[in-house]
């Protein structure tokens, strides 16, 4: 796929599709994502060679331009990321590339890699979601003098890979901690585990660490992963099927923010918590945070998925102005379980830290 900015990219697809988008957006999430998009990436070849103000207490530079490469480049869950993206290239005066694959395409995303590289990017932010099909490119921006970061999703130790730093959630500690805590609602019977896309490095380790949990547990689970791919209309739907085909389930959860919120949806359409089924999965989706309030979804893990956009940009930012003194550091951006207890500040403050509003607010006057 050719690199582009965001907003070009969202223009050219058919009207068909953009409806689609449009209407697979729950409120708040397809208004701040639409935002996002309006808002785009400042990036031209006139603006790589230019001298400009540091920001801040920072020297003059070149306005350098940092290419992200996406794996779902149209899906909401990455409205925040591309609001901290943004923030930081402000911050520093840098601008950017938002690019990839919008269907989970790997082929894309090392098209759009080797085209960023081809146009002498600056820096490169790439989430690795195959453990071999980056390593070639990789290797080949770092010959060329291109810091890649990996963030969202990582390249495995044994992969060989050479990205200089990881900026993102521990995937399999987080599958772990999930897998813990549906044990802890569920003592036995089915659950189902629904995956987006089953094998990519962003979301696999994360049911591969539930299952084990449940496996440590010694309880009598029977723990089953189904498919659900990557887009929002498609998760609905696969979920819905497999509930109504296996209706003796005693817990379901998700790893990835699509199929959360469809597996939320299910369980306020089916009135499940009433029959004694326990959910929970991943993401700060607007209709997930709903359904925790109204009881409907036991839980969610937040992952602050601004920081996977905000950091990137500052290390990339760093390691160029220190001419690779100040190399990039792996970040873990952390795990936290947002339930019926501690739901109400994320659904009553409107912020582009969550992806609800594409506003600047001062949360703390």
Not at 92 to 121: E, F, L, R
């Amino acid at each position: 796929m050719e690199s582009t900015n965001f907003s070009e990219y969202f223009s050219r697809l058919p009207i068909k599709r953009r409806r689609l988008l449009q209407t697979a957006m729950v409120g708040p999430a397809g208004a701040a994502f639409l935002a996002a998009c309006s808002s785009g990436s400042s990036t031209t070849s006139t603006t790589q060679n230019t001298t400009t103000g540091g920001g801040g207490n920072f020297p003059s530079h070149r306005k350098w331009n940092f290419v992200f490469v996406n794996h779902v480049t149209t899906n909401p869950f990455f409205v925040p990321t591309i609001y901290g993206i943004q923030d930081a290239c402000a911050l520093v005066n840098c601008s950017y590339q938002w690019t990839g694959s919008d269907n989970a395409v790997v082929g894309d995303m090392v098209n759009a890699m080797n085209t960023a590289i081809a146009a002498k990017a600056d820096g490169i932010a790439v989430a690795i979601v195959d453990k071999s099909a980056f390593n070639t490119p990789v290797t080949n921006a770092l010959a060329a003098g291109i810091p890649v970061l990996s963030y969202n999703a990582d390249a495995p130790a044994d992969s060989g890979n050479q990205r200089l730093a990881y900026i993102g959630q521990d995937l399999y500690q987080s599958g772990i901690a999930l897998g813990q805590r549906i044990v802890s609602l569920v003592p036995s019977g089915d659950i189902a585990g629904f995956i987006a896309t089953p094998g990519q490095l962003n979301i696999q380790p994360r049911i591969d660490g539930a299952k084990a949990a449940i496996q440590a547990s010694g309880k009598p689970i029977n723990f089953v992963e189904i498919a659900t791919g990557a887009q929002l209309t498609d998760e609905l739907a696969r979920i819905e099927a497999y509930y109504l085909g296996h209706q003796s389930l005693k817990g379901m959860v998700a790893v990835d923010a699509g199929s959360t919120q469809g597996l939320s949806q299910i369980m306020e359409k089916y009135s499940l918590q009433s029959k004694g089924i326990h959910a929970g999965g991943f993401d700060l989706q607007p209709k997930t945070l709903q359904e925790i309030k109204s009881g409907n979804l036991d839980f969610t893990i937040d992952q602050q998925p601004y920081l996977q956009g905000f950091i990137p940009v500052l290390q990339l930012f760093l390691y160029k102005l220190s001419g690779g003194l100040m190399f990039p550091a792996q970040t873990d951006t952390g795990l936290l379980f947002v339930d019926k207890n501690n739901v109400d500040p994320y659904l009553n403050t409107q912020t582009r830290f969550e992806g609800s509003s594409s506003s600047q607010k001062n949360l703390t006057p």
